[in-house]
């Protein structure tokens, strides 16, 4: 997914939290063995890529909110059925379940080709459970637009006066069209992404955050200490696949060397994996440990297309019947 042309600021605010980590399974290797750990990399953020997908997202069952969604290449359409048609990130039984103060920004990728006199779109927040928002923000959008564009909110100032407060549990989001939009309109959904302004700005870091405007002091870089959880080894380290890891004096499973070289690094386009060995059954994973991409082949060098991908940290699996192997990646934009 790309995060597009043009962007604005609008003053809101939420906090929401998600984390994950890659679990990687160590490569064994002759003397000295090196003892691995995986390192948690988290970018703490909620992701939607709407190209060819709903990502999980449903129309609103009430009347008056009505609308279609159509996975299109580009982007999600949302055709209305009346001014305003209103979309959710699952159904009732489906809960994030993140808290209301752990993230401070989101942003939001559409086109809005109406002409509309007021065009704001609005997004809520839920609890569990409900259809009944908690509290909602109106997010003023351009009208006519003939290209996506990119809005960031900052969602710490006070939700729509008498709509509600923002504080507890979120289960779902929810966007509604710009306001007059008529009957049939169709507005074009692209993104969006939920995540902290506060986070790791260093481009080398293992855990680098690409959306973070502040840096938190807790960027994990190669070479930095560690503890790989196994008292028998020594000198633990974060490694280039920020691995953590440590050497012990024995011989285990004597595997041939997996070597994986990825270019270019960063990259914003096309990502070139190579080895000498077959690759076998390969998958792409973000920073939450989903799987972006799959595939098996029997080639030692493959070329992929990340130019949809979300820019951030990313981490290339190789799994060949030999042995498994992990590398990292960066996706950026010019």
Known sequence: MQLCETEQTIVMTMTMRISGAVVAKAVMSMVPLMMMAFVAVSQDQISYNWEGSKEGWVPASENNLGCNLIEQPEAMAMRAFNTTPVMRSGTLSESLGIDASEYDRIQITLKNPTSSGNPNARLFAYGPESNAFMCHWNVPVDTSMTEFQTYTLDLTTPPNDGSGTFE???????????????????????????YNSLGCTNADACNYEPLAEIDNGACVLVGDSCDDGNPATLDDMINADCLCSGQVDEIREPNAPFNLDLGPNPTSNALEA???????????????????????????????????FVPGLYFFEANSNQARVISRFIVQRP
């Open 168 to 194: 507890g549990e979120v289960a779902r989001f929810g966007w509604r069209g710009p306001w007059g939009v008529a009957n049939g309109d169709t507005i074009y959904w692209k993104s969006m992404v939920i």
């Open 274 to 308: 190579h080895s000498a060995i077959p690759l076998g059954a390969i998958r792409i994973l973000d920073s939450q440990g989903k799987v972006c991409l799959e595939q098996q082949t029997s080639e030692t060098r493959m070329v992929l297309d990340v130019s949809n």
